[in-house]
């Protein structure tokens, strides 16, 4: 035979029941994880290091970092080494690829393609402490083809630089809050 709970117990156990779910989740609000030094004032970014055979693309990666940790933090960013920084912020792109998604059924020619890039980032104290890496930062940009042969844009630099601004804005959240 099955045992009705009074409504007030029923609504205590749900009760009970939500607090251990919620407690249990591991969920925090977004900038309280910070777990950087206190001391870290000066952040030096040498030029990501290209691995790949994308032409410039390092050069426009660590442009959007240095302009992202500038705008968003109160760091001191410099991008030669004085040696008065407290950390470095070093990147390898490891490498990219361009691919075609859609073609156009008329022409037969490509209408959107896929650029991906593979990278590698680390935030190291001057005591050579990791204070925060992500080795498998993976970013995947679509663009569109310009269809007409006579004003024809290559489409995929501007992609690479809405990339490199994501990635930078994606890379400054996780190592400020620790994700």
């Known amino acids: 035979m099955m045992r009705h709970l009074p409504w007030h117990g029923l609504v205590l156990a749900c009760g009970a029941a939500l607090l251990l779910l919620t407690t249990a989740c591991g969920?925090?609000?977004?900038?309280?994880?910070?777990?950087?030094?206190?001391?870290?004032?000066t952040v030096y970014v040498p030029g990501?290091?290209?691995?790949?055979?994308?032409?410039?693309?390092?050069?426009?990666?660590?442009?959007?970092?240095v302009q992202e940790l500038r705008e968003r933090t109160s760091y001191r960013v410099i991008t030669t080494n004085d040696g008065t920084a407290d950390a470095t912020l070093s990147g390898t792109i490891t490498s990219v690829y361009i691919a075609p998604l859609t073609y156009d059924?008329?022409?037969?020619?490509?209408?959107?393609?896929?650029?991906v890039v593979a990278l590698?980032?680390?935030?190291?104290?001057?005591?050579?402490?990791?204070?925060?890496?992500?080795?498998?930062?993976?970013?995947?940009?679509q663009y569109q083809e310009s269809v007409n042969v006579a004003s024809?844009?290559?489409?995929?630099?501007?992609?690479?630089q809405r990339m490199a601004t994501s990635f930078a804005q994606t890379l400054v959240a996780n190592i400020l809050e620790a994700f």
Do not use: C, M
């Open 120 to 141: 590698n980032a680390s935030l190291t104290g001057k005591d050579g402490k990791v204070l925060w890496n992500n080795p498998n930062f993976l970013y995947r940009e």
């Open 152 to 160: 024809f844009f290559e489409e995929s630099t501007p992609a690479v």
């Open 27 to 41: 969920y925090h609000t977004a900038g309280t994880a910070v777990r950087l030094p206190s001391d870290l004032h």
């Open 105 to 115: 059924s008329v022409t037969g020619r490509i209408s959107s393609s896929l650029v």
């Open 48 to 65: 990501i290091a290209n691995a790949s055979q994308a032409y410039g693309i390092g050069q426009t990666f660590t442009k959007a970092v």
